[in-house]
């Protein structure tokens, strides 16, 4: 069964950034699928913050346009988010999860229940 495995989340100063790794355990390849990062933060919905397709087309949520960048490693079975300028608003549980039937992005900005295959998710706190 594919498992996704998240990475890299940490406490980070306001306006410092981190880079959160997605992986697929047990030997499962990405490169076939897109990929979304989503986050929930206490007492919120869980929100959709990037996607990128198989073929590297990436969407942003508006409020991280411009400072959240989105990528993968297909060698390394693997898929980067590179947080930049990040703010207290940002703090969350971040998770990425895929759609084994999807090679292009869904709208995850208004379905955040759209993809079905989940991670544990990673703790991002940006807090002074």
């Known amino acids: 069964q594919l498992q996704l495995v998240e990475s890299g989340g940490g406490l980070v100063q306001p306006g410092g950034s981190l880079r959160l790794s997605c992986a697929a355990a047990?030997?499962?390849?990405?490169?076939?699928?897109?990929v979304a990062w989503f986050r929930q933060a206490p007492g919120k919905e869980r929100e959709g913050v990037s996607c990128?397709?198989?073929?590297?087309?990436?969407t942003y949520a508006d409020s991280v346009k411009g400072r959240f960048t989105i990528s993968r490693d297909n060698a390394k079975s693997t898929v980067f988010l590179r947080m930049n300028s990040l703010k207290p608003e940002d703090t969350a549980n971040y998770y990425c999860?895929?759609?084994?039937?999807?090679?292009?992005?869904?709208?995850?900005?208004?379905?955040?229940?759209?993809?079905?295959?989940w991670g544990q998710g990673t703790l991002v706190t940006v807090s002074s």
């Open positions: 999860a895929l759609d084994r039937r999807r090679a292009a992005c869904p709208d995850i900005y208004s379905d955040s229940q759209i993809m079905p295959t």
């Open positions: 047990s030997g499962f390849t990405l490169d076939a699928y897109a």
């Open positions: 990128i397709s198989s073929s590297g087309y990436s």
